[in-house]
């Protein structure tokens, strides 16, 4: 997969350079090229905002450095890219729209900053075919100070569920939120069997598969309807 970034603090994307996605990167796995959106602005003082229209606080990013930086992009690019804009109005990221992502071949994030990006950049860009798509997510009820954490987190998410990043792709199947039934993940544990007291369930090491699966099941419904039951009545007005 090839991933582009576009931001105005490309130092925030370092950590994109560690772990499991750095030696990903050393692998070919995944290719990812951090930009400065600075590059494309082309006024003396490299400017890339404006006034917002309408008045109020803050600045807006200018379409027209975002709409060079974009081109430039595309022009390299081999395969339609998905555009990922971030943003607190969007959609909500989730697992499902990660598997999603993890799909494509080229995902390329434009990180807003200050009131975020001029909105007709997103509208020109899913209109233009030669993107896959243009998609505007969050990733919760909150507002950053830029785009740059949210792609971060969005990267990671994605990309360790490519084939070939995590050591042990079994590990993602019974993650929270990936199983059919969408539950949260229950309780983990490893030695020392009892620690300050506390105990690891009998249950656990047992060696009875049967059990400690129904056991696992039981703690990952119970965790659900106390910290998510959210999703259990989501999955109840699903009509599937
Ligand atoms: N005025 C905007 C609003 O209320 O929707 C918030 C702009 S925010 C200060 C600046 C940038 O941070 C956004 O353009 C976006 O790139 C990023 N950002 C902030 N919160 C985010 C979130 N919850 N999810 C994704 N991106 C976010």
Request: charged fraction near 25%; glycine fraction near 8%.
């Amino acid at each position: 997969m090839k991933i582009d970034v576009v931001s105005l603090f490309p130092s925030y994307l370092n950590p994109l350079n560690l772990s499991l996605l750095g030696k990903a990167q050393e692998q070919g796995i995944v290719q990812i090229a951090i930009h400065d959106l600075r590059d494309w602005a082309t006024d003396p003082h490299r400017n890339v905002d404006d006034t917002p229209y309408g008045g109020g606080p803050g600045m807006v990013m200018s379409p027209v450095v975002w709409g060079e930086a974009l081109d430039s992009i595309r022009e390299q690019a081999v395969v339609d890219p998905v555009l990922i804009i971030p943003t607190p109005s969007g959609q909500p990221f989730d697992q499902l729209l990660a598997a999603t992502l993890a799909r494509e071949e080229h995902l390329v994030f434009a990180c807003g900053r200050y009131e975020g990006i001029d909105s007709r950049v997103g509208v020109h860009y899913s209109r233009d075919e030669r993107w896959d798509s243009v998609k505007e997510v969050s990733i919760g009820d909150y507002v950053l100070a830029g785009g740059e954490v949210a792609a971060l987190v969005m990267i990671e998410a994605i990309t360790r569920l490519i084939p070939g990043i995590l050591g042990n792709p079994e590990s993602v199947i019974d993650d929270s939120f990936s199983r059919l039934d969408c539950l949260v993940e229950g309780p983990v544990f490893t030695k020392p069997p009892i620690w300050r007291e506390l105990e690891v369930p009998q249950v656990l090491r047992s060696g009875n598969h049967g059990l400690v699966n129904q056991w696992r099941k039981d703690q990952a419904q119970a965790r659900t309807e106390s910290f998510r039951p959210d999703l259990l009545s989501d999955r109840a007005e699903d009509p599937l």
